[in-house]
Nanobody
């Protein structure tokens, strides 16, 4: 049973930083895609960043480039999203997602990921 548990959300002022964590358990795949998505009220869930756990390659949405960093602690089986220079438009519920690796893959697509966490709220005030 794969479980993903996010933490680290909260309320910050614009320009501040937060680090989200996603603790994974029951995940035995040696090679996988892990990603962060977010969903604001009334909007579709969108991909923020993703990582291929074997080669460490990372991918970012344009809105996240230069401000967000995705990383993974293999020993702790935990995925992180460091968010700097936060903006009010970053306000959303943030979700961790995972899927076994496959070559043909579009990291930004929600349907690609069978495993999801429950989400952690990020609120950025101006």
């Amino acid at each position: 049973q794969v479980q993903l548990v996010e933490s680290g959300g909260g309320s910050v002022q614009a320009g501040g930083s937060l680090r989200l964590s996603c603790a994974a358990s029951g995940y035995t795949y040696n090679s996988a895609w892990m990603a962060w998505f977010r969903q604001a009220p009334g909007l579709e869930r969108e991909g923020v960043a993703a990582m291929h756990t074997s080669d460490g390659n990372t991918y970012f949405a344009d809105s996240a480039k230069g401000r967000f960093t995705i990383s993974r602690d293999n020993a702790k089986n935990t995925l992180y999203l460091q968010m700097n220079s936060l903006k009010p438009e970053d306000t959303a519920m943030y979700y961790c997602a995972a899927t076994p690796y496959r070559r043909s893959f579009t990291w930004t697509q929600v349907y690609e990921y069978p495993y999801w966490g429950q989400g952690t709220q990020v609120t950025v005030s101006s």
